[in-house]
Nanobody
């Protein structure tokens, strides 16, 4: 299973970006998907979760600004980011939880988001 993350780039403070994570296998509503981010010298931080039955969870730092969603027909998970701040600068990673299928967890390669002031 492979995950391909894309959509990162350079954006001004207050701007928006949409990250995409395309999965090499079919995804279902029962598959739990996540977005994490990491900055140099820090641990990877969970940013957004898309859980069973469409339940979403967000880190306090992004609540109200980021939205995680999925397009099962295209095997893609999105992270819509708005009102971006310099502290949102990080490499963003998507993760898929396919443990229900006996396959384990899989990570994308990361996409860099840089927010300039």
């Amino acid at each position: 299973v492979q995950l391909q993350a894309s959509g990162g780039g350079l954006v001004r403070v207050g701007g928006s970006l949409r990250l995409s994570c395309t999965v090499s296998r079919n995804i279902l509503d029962s598959d739990q998907m996540y977005w994490y981010r990491q900055t140099p010298g820090k641990q990877r931080e969970l940013v957004a979760s898309l859980l069973w039955h469409g339940t979403t969870r967000y880190a306090d730092s992004v609540k109200g600004r980021f939205t995680i969603s999925r397009d099962n027909a295209n095997n893609t998970v999105f992270l819509q980011m708005s009102d971006l701040k310099p502290e949102d600068t990080a490499v963003y990673y998507c993760k898929a939880d396919f443990t229900a299928w006996g396959l384990g967890h899989f990570w994308g390669q990361g996409t860099l988001v840089t927010v300039s002031s």
